[in-house]
Antibody
Framework: QLQLQESGPGLVKPSEPLSLTCSVS??????????WAWIRQPPGKGLDWIAS???????YYNPSLKSRVTISVDTSKNQFSLKLSSVTAADTAVYYC??????????????????WGQGKLVTVSS | QTVVTQEPSFSVSPGGTVTLTCGLS?????????PSWYQQTPGQAPRTLIY???TRSSGVPDRFSGSILGNKAALTITGAQADDESDYYC??????????FGGGTKLTVL
């Protein structure tokens, strides 16, 4: 069974970078066929897609965050990571990693997120 | 900027039927946006319910169904149960690798 687990600091100071890692077990990122995504949820608010990456390094970013976000993948560790620079209190959120399914060999395009991590609360505060 | 709209809240009686919708601030939602739906209870990660407009994810009861109604995507719950009380989110694939979530609907079963 595929499992995703977020890890990283739970407290980040304003203006410093936020770094999180998602460890994937039960499947190999380098097998291809899926993108891997970061999604966040501020307390009491809705979900917001941040970025997605393929094992080859192909990336897509939310235009509203693109200038501050870097997503990367380490296939040797079966992990992918998020870095968000110059954080403010508005970046306080639960950060989820998820597997993104774009295509099924039998049915074609089926864009959605099928497996999610449990989430990591990151608070931005001095 | 594209905004995906959902009803902030909805209520349904146990055993009743409710339809939640997912629209666009400008334009119509079609199958080409591959709308998907997620259920989230407090403190938990989202759970995938429906993808590609109307395909139920593995293990999802058939009382959950998806469709396009008019110019919006729709999630219908038939025979609502107490444990359906959750937040429901839709997301649209906008193309070129970009995704936009709706603001979510808080469903109350009472």
């Amino acid at each position: 069974q595929l499992q995703l687990q977020e890890s990283g600091p739970g407290l980040v100071k304003p203006s410093e970078p936020l770094s999180l890692t998602c460890s994937v077990s039960g499947a190999s990122i380098s097998s291809g066929g899926f993108y891997w995504a970061w999604i966040r949820q501020p307390p009491g608010k809705g979900l917001d897609w941040i970025a997605s990456i393929y094992y080859s390094g192909s990336t897509y970013y939310n235009p509203s965050l693109k200038s501050r976000v870097t997503i990367s993948v380490d296939t040797s560790k079966n992990q992918f990571s998020l870095k968000l620079s110059s954080v403010t209190a508005a970046d306080t959120a639960v950060y989820y990693c998820a597997r993104q399914v774009d295509y099924d060999i039998l049915t074609g395009p089926i864009y959605h997120f099928d497996f999610w991590g449990q989430g990591k609360l990151v608070t931005v505060s001095s | 900027q594209t905004v995906v709209t959902q009803e902030p809240s909805f209520s349904v009686s146990p055993g009743g039927t409710v339809t939640l919708t997912c629209g666009l601030s400008s334009g119509s939602v079609s199958t080409h946006y591959y709308p998907s739906w997620y259920q989230q209870t407090p403190g938990q990660a989202p759970r995938t319910l429906i993808y590609s407009t109307n395909t139920r994810s593995s293990g999802v009861p058939d009382r959950f169904s998806g469709s396009i109604l008019g110019n919006k995507a729709a999630l219908t719950i038939t025979g609502a149960q107490a444990d359906d009380e959750s937040d429901y989110y839709c997301v649209l694939y906008m193309g070129s690798g970009i995704w936009v979530f709706g603001g979510g609907t808080k469903l109350t079963v009472l």
